[in-house]
Each structure stands twice: as structure tokens, then as C-alpha cells.
């Protein structure tokens, strides 16, 4: 029997075992730091550093690393032995609190977007206080901060840091105005959902798409996908349910708080929820569940992809943001209350988040900008790329009747008839949900779902405590200088309701109707990564983020660069396993089938000339068709792709290019080849087929 209590954060040096191994006055001083932001002294860290290490070698550590999350949207960590010698010349066991606070892991081949030139290639890391320490696969990991020789931030971590300070001073200045005085600090939270598939290793290896670009190029559909729905919520394999049993165990014992686990809609499709915590530690958390998914699937001789979208035709993975704000003691900023028309305090956060999302649509877009999740946006499982709110009836009635100057009269409390006289009556949410939405209020949280299943969620939370503390600074402008604060609060929330109501959609974001509707609303639409990320240099959002300190322009530049980089490599990386798997396998299995038909077409004519070889005839003269239609468009992918220049910098042209040469010219290869698979013999097929990938777990 697994006791989960006694196993639950076994390998995090956390609040309870730091006040068992440090002095008082030394864990008083840590906590301040945590909760508060006090700087820690060399001699606070030391004593730190010591009891982190005594309790690492206890539980099997050798080395210590500082964790990093550097601009790829994955971790990095550098090893170093505890070994250290002592004046007599023995071995001994060393960690200083200098060893614990910086580090210098050069990492100079990470992405920087031109913040450091190679001769100038340290780069440094610093500890987070406020993420606790943890053993991993006999390491002692650090999580960190990772910046460069001037101070710039070369990681993912550090903007997210100052973000969640931008926001605790925004939110402690709207607070100030009803009254409020908080003590300690704000913090916004986070419960990402992670979607993935698990597949058979033995299929996998079969696969180049799969092994260089992490999901298929190629693949007909098979007869049965996900139509009937069989798959969802069902009963989970007992291979896949001794994987989740595994994958649960290690991550309670790294404190992560995994909750909740399901099949999802598409065959082979599973979720992992957590529980909500600090936007900085599910950060850090969602990374170690991607890393962990991955090195259990492996143990269970399964892969796990994490790829938006793996397979064509069926549903792809996201992960949905849960986002909202919180007081240190565990008070949520965006609970409604019994009647959320008359919680002012309420209606001022939600008017704050409505601005920001309406004024900053285009950074939300970037923020789940990617090749992978242009693939998966807007195809049917997930939301468009056009950016909205949902805010369920009796809140947008609320808002309406606010923007209008009308009085808003509570409705009774409906109940959701079920039709089982055993079971309860339940109260109505009236926030429901709205699946189609990318920015949808849930009761107490929005959930943000237009983030992709392999991205970090860092930039996310970054732009989102960013643009929602702008949002809360202008209006506690505007507060502060009312000599009626009740009815400047009336004017503001109505002003600026009116102002940004459009950004609010609670119908169907998938229909037609709506793409033409937010045209004419005027909000943004870009497709795609390349029209999407230029514009994170607009003038707004450097100012935006200048202003509150959580990126400089030339950082900003930085993540433009390596954003436009990184997806015209993914292309580049597509379109050349695609050449090689139709040189190698697509073609040859082709010629082979002809060849076996002709073959059998002329053993008929010898025996018979009077004997009809129609069939024979008849799929190798579509064949012939479709080779040479293969032959064409493949000719075009391998022009388009040595066409392509290499990315320097923020070259948005180039990327463009890779979206409308590179990426129209690996669809067009595609949807010959997959034609030509569902013609070809099956055992001369050079691959494994989708049917057989998506049932390959048992």
C-alpha cells in the first residue's frame, strides 16, 4: 500500500523540513525572503546551503545543479559533484551558501537572440527562494534564474519573477482604495492541465516524423478514430493505468500536486490535472510533469509526445492555463460571491482583466505562439486564433446592464434538472463553460486554452500578470484622483466596460459566422507564428513592459528572434524529413506495388490473354497519376526548402516564407502520399499506419 502522505514531497527540501534542519532565526529570515522578497545574506545562505546539502546526501544525492529554464521552453542543468577537499587532503562533502546563491554554467550554445556574443558567453544563475529544492535522479536541483554578464534575462523565469511583482504592486494599490492592507504578498495562481498522448516505443522507432519532428507527416486515417466518442472519460487500459500509478508516485514525491487523470477524446489521448499553486512554482512544476511523462513512458516501453498535434485528423493537445489572483492567506480575488452586481471589489478585478485582454489580444496570441500550435489552433479541439472572452449569461447580463446605467435584478438561482429522481438537485453554475472560448471565466478562475501541450507556460503568465497589472494601474489612476470613490468606481467600471465590451463572445468561436463578426469588432486575427510574433515589438508592448520592469526592449527583441528562429528550424526540420521519408519509403514501396501488379496483369495475359486484368490495370493507372502528382510536388517542397533562408534575427520575411512556400508545399506532399497509402499493399507499406499507432497500447 502506497502511503501517499508519507511519500508526498519525499524529495523536496520544503517549508517542513527546512524548520526541522534550520535554526529559528535562520528559517524566520528564509521565509521572509519567500513570502515578503527580503534579500538573504551570505551568512543566512550559507547556513542554508549546509542543512540543503546534509539533507541531499541523506537521500542519495552526489551531485548539485542549478535548474534553469532557458529560452528553448525546456530545462537546463549543469552538474557538480559535492566533492570538495579538505587542508589534510581528504574527500569531503562541500556546499557553500555562494555555491547555493549564483552559479556560472556558461551554456553558452542556448538561444540569447543576440544578448551576448559568443566571446562574451557566461552566463550566470541565481537562486529562487521561492521554489523550493529538489532530488532528482541523484542531483540536488536548484531552481534558478538565468541571466547574462550585463544583467539581461536569458531565460523564461526571470520576466515571470518581476511580472508577479508588477502585479502585487497593482493589485495592493486597488486594494488600498476599499480599504484594504495587505500583509505579505499577492500572488497569481495557476493549475495547468496537461494533455499528451501515449504510444507504443516499438511503433515510435518506426516512425522519422515522429523520432526528428515529433509528430506524423504522413498518415490516411484509419477507419475507426475518435467518432463515437468511446475513448473519453472511458475505462483506461491496464497498460496506461500502471503508467499513470508510476507517473503519480514520482511526482508526489517532487510536491507536485497531480490530481486528476482521464482519457481524453482522441484514441491514445490521456490528461493530468494538478492542483493550483503560485504561478512560479506550477511554472517550474509543469516543466518536471513534461519531463517526467516522458522518462516514465520510456520505463513502460511507451513514448509520450507532447506535440499540439501529433496525428492529423484527430484531436490535438493543449493545456489549459487556469489563472486567477490570490491573497497570501489563500483569499481569491475573483470569487463572485453570493451576487457578484453588488461585490464591487469583484467587478473592478473582472473590468481590469476584460481591458487587458481586449487592449493586449496580440500578446496573448504570441504568447502561444509555435509551430506546433498552428497546427492544433482552431482545428476543431481547440479555440481560433482570434482572441475572446468568455463570461457565461448572468455576468455579461451584469456587465451589459453596468455599461447601459441600468439596474441589474439578481435572478433566482435556477437548478439543472439531471432526470434521475435519486440523484440531487444541483445548483446552476451560472459562469458554465464555453469550450470553444480561448479566454474563459469558470466560476473563480479564467481558463486560458489556447496554450499547446509542449509549450511552457511561463510566457503565458508572464504577458497575462503583465497586461492585467497594467490594466489595474490605469484604473487605480483614475481612482485615486476621485474625490467620490463610490461613484468614481461606478464611472470607471462602466467606462471602461463600454469601452472594451467587444473583446466578450459567449457563442460558438468555431462558426464562420464569428470569424466575420470579429472582423467586425476589429480584433486581431493572425494565423500564424510568423504574422503573430512581429508584432510582440509593437510600440504598445515595449512600453507596456518597460514600464512595469519585467522586460526591456532589447530583451523583448531577444524573445522576437528566437521565437522566429525557432519556427522556421521546426519547418526547415519538417520539410527534410518529409523529402527523405518519401525518397526512402513512400517511393520505393510504390514502385514496388507497380511493379507486383504489372507483374500479376502479365502472368494473366501469358495464361490467358482472354483473362481480364481491369484491376490490375485500373490501380496502376491511378497510381501512375499519383506518382507523378507525388513526383511534382515533391520537387516543389525540396525547391521551396533550399529557397528558404536560414533566419537572421528578427527577419519576420523569412518566417513568412516558411509559412506560405514551406509549410503549403509539405501539405500539398502530404495529401498525395496519403492517398497513395490507402492504395499500396500494406506489407509494403514502409511505415506504420495511424490505425496501428493509436491502438499500439493495449
Same mark, same amino acid.
Given at each position: ?20 534542519? +534550520? ?77 547555493? &546563491? ?37 542531483? +540536488? ?34 486594494? @488600498? ?20 498522448? +501515449? ?222 429522481? &435519486? ?47 497594467? @490594466? ?124 507486383? +501488379? ?101
Amino acid at each position: 500500500m502506497v502511503d501517499i502522505p508519507e511519500m508526498f514531497g519525499s524529495m523536496v527540501f520544503d517549508e517542513e523540513k527546512m524548520k526541522d534542519r +534550520l535554526p529559528e532565526n535562520i528559517y524566520n529570515n528564509l521565509m521572509l525572503t519567500i513570502k515578503n522578497g527580503k534579500r538573504l545574506s551570505l551568512d543566512v545562505a550559507n547556513v542554508i546551503a549546509k542543512a540543503m546539502k546534509d539533507w541531499a546526501v541523506e537521500n542519495g544525492a552526489t551531485h548539485f545543479t542549478h535548474w534553469f529554464q532557458p529560452m528553448t521552453g525546456v530545462t537546463a542543468e549543469k552538474h557538480d559533484s559535492f566533492i570538495e577537499f579538505d587542508k589534510n587532503g581528504k574527500v569531503i562533502m562541500e556546499f557553500s551558501g555562494k555555491m547555493l &546563491v549564483q552559479g556560472e554554467p556558461d551554456a553558452s550554445s542556448l538561444p540569447t537572440g543576440g544578448l551576448r556574443s559568443t566571446f562574451e558567453a557566461r552566463g550566470y544563475t541565481a537562486w529562487d527562494p521561492t521554489s523550493y529544492a529538489f532530488i532528482k535522479d541523484g542531483s +540536488l536541483c536548484i531552481p534558478t534564474a538565468f541571466f547574462s554578464y550585463g544583467g539581461e534575462s536569458l531565460d523564461k523565469k526571470t520576466p515571470l519573477l518581476r511580472s508577479m511583482e508588477a502585479i502585487d504592486t497593482q493589485v495592493k494599490r486597488i486594494l @488600498a482604495l476599499f480599504g484594504e492592507t495587505v500583509k505579505g504578498r499577492v500572488v497569481t495562481t495557476v493549475g495547468p492541465e496537461q494533455e499528451y498522448f +501515449l504510444i507504443d516505443k516499438k511503433v515510435y522507432e518506426k516512425r522519422p516524423d515522429l523520432i526528428y519532428c515529433n509528430r506524423t507527416l504522413f498518415g490516411a486515417k484509419p477507419p475507426k478514430g475518435q467518432q463515437l466518442d468511446d475513448h473519453y472519460f472511458g475505462k483506461i487500459k491496464p497498460r496506461v493505468s500502471e503508467y499513470m500509478k508510476d507517473l503519480d508516485n514520482e511526482l508526489w514525491k517532487l510536491g507536485i500536486l497531480s490530481k486528476t487523470k482521464h482519457n481524453e477524446t482522441a484514441p491514445a489521448q490521456h490528461e493530468m490535472a494538478p492542483v493550483y499553486t503560485t504561478a512560479n512554482i506550477a511554472t517550474d512544476h509543469n516543466q518536471l510533469v513534461m519531463e517526467l511523462m516522458k522518462t516514465v513512458a520510456n520505463r513502460h516501453g511507451m513514448v509520450c509526445l507532447l506535440h499540439e498535434k501529433p496525428f492529423e485528423g484527430v484531436n490535438g493537445s493543449g493545456k489549459h492555463n487556469n489563472w486567477s489572483l490570490s491573497l497570501n492567506g489563500g483569499t481569491n480575488l475573483l470569487e463572485p460571491g453570493d451576487t457578484p452586481s453588488q461585490n464591487a471589489r469583484f467587478m473592478l478585478f473582472i473590468t481590469a482583466v476584460i481591458l487587458a485582454v481586449d487592449e493586449y489580444q496580440d500578446l496573448l496570441r504570441i504568447a502561444v505562439a509555435g509551430a506546433g500550435n498552428d497546427c492544433r489552433l482552431g482545428a476543431g479541439e481547440a479555440p481560433p486564433a482570434i482572441v475572446s472572452m468568455f463570461l457565461g449569461d448572468e455576468l455579461t447580463e451584469i456587465i451589459d446592464a453596468i455599461s447601459s446605467g441600468c439596474l441589474y435584478h439578481e435572478k433566482e438561482r435556477t437548478a439543472i434538472e439531471i432526470g434521475a429522481k &435519486v440523484l440531487p438537485r444541483l445548483p446552476k453554475d451560472t459562469t458554465d463553460r464555453n469550450r470553444t472560448s480561448p479566454f474563459a471565466f469558470t466560476g473563480n478562475k479564467f481558463e486560458f486554452r489556447m496554450l499547446g501541450a509542449s509549450q511552457s507556460i511561463a510566457d503565458t503568465n508572464t504577458f497575462l500578470n503583465t497586461i492585467v497589472a497594467e @490594466a489595474l494601474c490605469r484604473l487605480a489612476d483614475k481612482l485615486e484622483n476621485t474625490t467620490d470613490f463610490t461613484s468614481g468606481l461606478t464611472e470607471v467600471i462602466r467606462e471602461t466596460l463600454c469601452k472594451h465590451r467587444r473583446i466578450i463572445f459567449n457563442g460558438n468561436n468555431y462558426s464562420k459566422e464569428w470569424v466575420k463578426e470579429a472582423e467586425n469588432r476589429k480584433l486581431s486575427n493572425y494565423d500564424s507564428t510568423a504574422s503573430a510574433v512581429p508584432h510582440l515589438l509593437d510600440d504598445k508592448n515595449v512600453k507596456l513592459f518597460e514600464k512595469h520592469k519585467v522586460l526591456t526592449e532589447a530583451e523583448l527583441k531577444s524573445h522576437c528572434d528566437i521565437l522566429l528562429d525557432e519556427y522556421c528550424k521546426s519547418i526547415r526540420i519538417e520539410a527534410r524529413t518529409m523529402i527523405e521519408m518519401t525518397k526512402r519509403g513512400v517511393i520505393p514501396a510504390v514502385i514496388k506495388y507497380q511493379k507486383m +501488379l504489372a507483374g500479376s496483369a502479365k502472368l494473366k495475359k501469358d495464361i490467358n490473354p482472354d483473362l481480364d486484368a481491369a484491376l490490375e490495370e485500373a490501380l496502376l493507372k491511378e497510381l501512375s497519376l499519383l506518382s507523378s502528382d507525388l513526383l511534382s510536388k515533391l520537387s516543389v517542397l525540396e525547391e521551396n526548402t533550399r529557397a528558404a533562408k536560414r533566419p537572421e534575427g528578427n527577419d519576420k520575411n523569412t518566417a513568412m516564407y516558411y509559412r506560405e512556400n514551406v509549410v503549403t508545399a509539405i501539405n500539398a506532399v502530404r495529401l498525395i502520399a496519403d492517398r497513395i497509402e490507402t492504395l499500396v499493399d500494406k506489407d509494403l507499406w514502409a511505415y506504420p499506419t495511424y490505425g496501428e499507432i493509436l491502438y499500439s497500447v493495449s
